[in-house]
């Protein structure tokens, strides 16, 4: 079985610039979670998503941070304008069920 | 609202030794509770988890943790650490009927020495 895709690993841009990471999930997974992982410290949840429609994003910075789903498979998280402090691994995950996910290798964002 | 905390940001053991990595949660309810692990540049990979069946857990690589629900706590071991269990570590719980959002413990980096 394929695992969770992720792109692109690495990235950096300046401050104020726009980006966007993609996300590939294992296929027939419902559900598509993104987590946002700043160094030293345990993901946090940015967004959840069941098929297309979002569960949970209480914690997204909606002034800067979206997320979309299309067709309910791949999605895509877009930062615009990025702020110093969004320097972050940011680890998309899918499951079946709410207790088996599967995670990507991450994308991991510089901002300078 | 539901926490956990990873008690020890570094914990190094010698090779062949036990591995105890601790991890109390809070919750409301009955949780879920998770164990990861991380390698360099890698994303999280599941070593085992809790959801309330047999309070000892066994999971993959040798490692297995206990859910003591009197302490709130679920402490990861191993019994004979290897050099290849060096890591950052995570724990991480789950509520029962959520929606399958994890909130995570800090961490813990395991050294592992020759």
């Known amino acids: 079985e394929a695992g969770v895709a992720q792109s692109p690993r690495y990235k950096i841009i300046e401050k104020r610039q726009s980006v966007a990471f993609w996300c590939n999930p294992i296929?027939?997974?419902?559900?598509l979670y993104w987590y946002q992982q700043i160094l030293g410290q345990g993901p946090k949840l940015l967004i959840q998503?069941?098929?297309?429609?979002?569960?949970?994003d209480s914690q997204l910075p909606k002034d800067r941070f979206s997320a979309e789903r299309l067709k309910g498979v791949d999605s895509t998280l877009k930062i615009q304008p990025a702020k110093l402090e969004d320097s972050a691994v940011y680890l998309c995950?899918?499951?079946?069920?709410?207790?088996?996910?599967?995670f990507g290798s991450g994308t991991r964002l510089t901002v300078v | 609202a539901q926490s956990v905390t990873q008690l020890g940001s570094h914990v190094s053991v010698s090779e062949g030794a036990l591995v105890l990595l601790r991890c109390n949660y809070s919750?409301?309810?009955?949780?879920?509770l998770f164990w990861y692990v991380q390698y360099p540049n890698q994303g999280l990979q599941l070593l085992l988890k809790?959801?309330?069946?047999?309070?000892l857990v066994k999971g993959i690589n040798g490692f297995e943790a206990e859910f003591k629900k009197s302490e709130t706590s679920f402490h990861l071991t191993k019994p004979s650490a290897h050099m290849s269990d060096a890591a950052e570590y995570f724990c991480?719980?789950?509520?029962?009927?959520?929606?399958?959002?994890?909130?995570f413990g800090q961490g813990t980096t395991l050294q592992v020495k020759p």
């Open positions: 995950a899918s499951s079946l069920d709410p207790y088996g996910y599967t």
């Open positions: 296929s027939g997974h419902a559900t």
């Open positions: 998503f069941q098929n297309n429609g979002v569960v949970d």
């Open positions: 919750s409301s309810v009955p949780p879920y």
């Open positions: 809790y959801t309330s069946a047999a309070t």
């Open positions: 991480a719980v789950s509520v029962v009927g959520n929606t399958g959002k994890l909130i």
